[in-house]
């Protein structure tokens, strides 16, 4: 009897350079165990798969070369008449719309999976017809900066995205319960963020933390994002300050994309940018830091820092999406000198058995593993 296939459908070249490219990666890795999978993509910073991509087995890649003029114009200019925002509406081409429906029309095809807004707004029409799951990055209605308009085009295409599939994916309970309210009828499901916590060794936390000197504090995020950029402003310029105040040779580290252009304002930081191997670099720190105060979805940097067996120092809002508990799994931090007594804290102490805490929850939580079974169900 032949297997039925998926299709999952993405804009986002497959590289697991970013979040959204990890998204994507996990969740193939995940449907992958469970049937064949057709990827479609359409390149962007790179033509072909990744290596990692390469490696996953029982996977086929279509790559979509979109077409500039007349066509792609009309296309975009009537995707942009539905009142969603140009984000949703730039990528969509006719090669994407056309390679996509073709393959999910073929026979014996199973889930069809659309894995970002331009993909779900490209598969719109297909997604009236046949039964489409929307792989939602975060719901972002509640949090797009920008003026009213920004917010109410952005919030029209999340109703329309949602009511038409026939399933959506949130990456939080949270996200989920926003999406359950701008469309109560709709089926949401929860489908966390994951990682590879297999292939990821654990550091061995020092049992009794360090006295200062030497410790160092690690920073990971995408900060072309502006939820990242403005945590990252606030560890340096609130939270930092204050820990020196009681450990005043603690080093910091920042690590990802987007910090071109960007100076440390004291030798004491080390502006990495984007490492291609952040093993390191958790090997290396005491405690990571999640100072986030705004934005969607789950942080997958915090569920790696957990997996990695590293102190978590965090704020109310970085947990939100995640099934953490404070003093548990993580330090919470709630303005800057909580977050920075937080991080003294851990340092001092060590922090060993909550990190170890955290380490057993992404296992349990946020593995690859774990998600091909939530799917399944």
Same mark, same amino acid.
């Given at each position: 009897?032949?297997?039925?296939?998926?299709?999952?459908?993405?804009?986002?070249?497959?590289?697991?350079?970013?979040?959204?490219?990890?998204?994507?990666?996990?969740?193939?890795?995940?449907?992958?165990?469970?049937?064949?999978?057709?990827?479609?993509?359409?390149?962007?910073?790179?033509?072909?798969?990744?290596?990692?991509?390469?490696?996953?087995?029982?996977?086929?890649?279509?790559?979509?070369?979109?077409?500039?003029?007349?066509?792609?114009? $009309?296309?975009?200019?009537?995707?942009?008449?539905?009142?969603?925002?140009?984000?949703?509406?730039?990528?969509?081409?006719?090669?994407?719309?056309?390679l996509g429906e073709?393959?999910?029309?073929?026979?014996?095809?199973?889930?069809?999976?659309?894995?970002?807004?331009?993909?779900?707004?490209?598969?719109?029409?297909?997604?009236?017809?046949?039964?489409?799951?929307?792989?939602?990055?975060?719901?972002?209605?509640?949090?797009?900066?920008?003026?009213r308009l920004a917010?109410?085009?952005?919030?029209?295409?999340?109703?329309?995205?949602?009511?038409?599939?026939?399933?959506?994916?949130?990456?939080?309970?949270?996200?989920?319960?926003? $999406?359950?309210?701008?469309?109560?009828?709709?089926?949401?499901?929860?489908?966390?963020?994951?990682?590879?916590?297999?292939?990821?060794?654990?550091?061995?936390?020092?049992?009794?933390?360090v006295s200062g000197?030497?410790?160092?504090?690690?920073?990971?995020?995408?900060?072309?994002?502006?939820?990242?950029?403005?945590?990252?402003?606030?560890?340096?310029?609130?939270?930092?300050?204050?820990?020196?105040?009681?450990?005043?040779?603690?080093?910091?580290?920042?690590?990802?994309?987007?910090?071109?252009?960007?100076?440390?304002?004291?030798?004491?930081?080390?502006?990495?940018?984007?490492?291609?191997?952040?093993?390191?670099?958790?090997?290396?720190?005491?405690?990571?830091?999640?100072?986030?105060?705004?934005?969607?979805?789950?942080?997958?940097?915090?569920?790696?820092?957990?997996?990695?067996?590293?102190?978590?120092?965090?704020?109310?809002?970085?947990?939100?999406?995640?099934?953490?508990?404070?003093?548990?799994?993580?330090?919470?931090?709630?303005?800057?000198?909580?977050?920075?007594?937080?991080?003294?804290?851990?340092?001092?102490?060590?922090?060993?058995?909550?990190?170890?805490?955290?380490?057993?929850?992404?296992?349990?939580?946020?593995?690859?593993?774990?998600?091909?079974?939530?799917?399944?169900?």
């Amino acid at each position: 009897m032949t297997r039925q296939r998926d299709l999952y459908i993405t804009t986002y070249a497959p590289n697991v350079a970013t979040g959204r490219d990890m998204r994507t990666y996990t969740c193939v890795r995940a449907l992958s165990m469970l049937e064949p999978v057709d990827l479609v993509y359409v390149p962007h910073d790179t033509d072909e798969p990744s290596e990692l991509y390469r490696a996953i087995g029982n996977v086929e890649f279509h790559k979509v070369m979109p077409s500039r003029g007349a066509r792609r114009a $009309a296309l975009y200019a009537r995707t942009r008449a539905s009142g969603f925002p140009a984000g949703c509406c730039r990528g969509v081409s006719p090669e994407l719309v056309e390679l996509g429906e073709r393959l999910a029309d073929m026979p014996g095809r199973g889930r069809v999976i659309v894995a970002d807004a331009t993909a779900a707004t490209a598969m719109m029409g297909l997604a009236r017809r046949r039964p489409v799951t929307y792989n939602a990055h975060n719901f972002e209605s509640d949090y797009v900066r920008g003026s009213r308009l920004a917010q109410a085009a952005m919030r029209r295409f999340e109703r329309a995205a949602i009511s038409a599939s026939s399933e959506t994916w949130m990456v939080s309970r949270v996200d989920v319960e926003s $999406a359950r309210r701008l469309v109560p009828a709709a089926d949401v499901r929860y489908v966390p963020n994951v990682v590879d916590v297999t292939a990821i060794e654990p550091r061995v936390v020092a049992p009794h933390g360090v006295s200062g000197a030497g410790a160092s504090v690690l920073m990971v995020g995408d900060f072309t994002y502006a939820p990242n950029r403005d945590a990252r402003d606030l560890l340096v310029e609130g939270i930092l300050p204050l820990v020196w105040e009681k450990m005043g040779e603690v080093r910091l580290k920042l690590a990802g994309r987007g910090m071109d252009g960007w100076s440390a304002p004291d030798p004491r930081i080390d502006a990495e940018g984007f490492v291609d191997d952040l093993a390191t670099l958790y090997a290396q720190a005491d405690c990571v830091v999640v100072p986030l105060t705004e934005g969607a979805g789950s942080p997958l940097k915090f569920v790696e820092a957990l997996a990695y067996g590293v102190p978590v120092v965090a704020t109310p809002r970085a947990a939100r999406g995640l099934e953490v508990q404070s003093g548990v799994h993580y330090r919470e931090g709630s303005d800057a000198h909580s977050l920075a007594g937080a991080i003294v804290d851990v340092l001092y102490d060590g922090a060993a058995e909550m990190a170890a805490r955290g380490r057993q929850l992404a296992e349990r939580e946020y593995s690859i593993e774990s998600l091909a079974e939530r799917i399944a169900a």
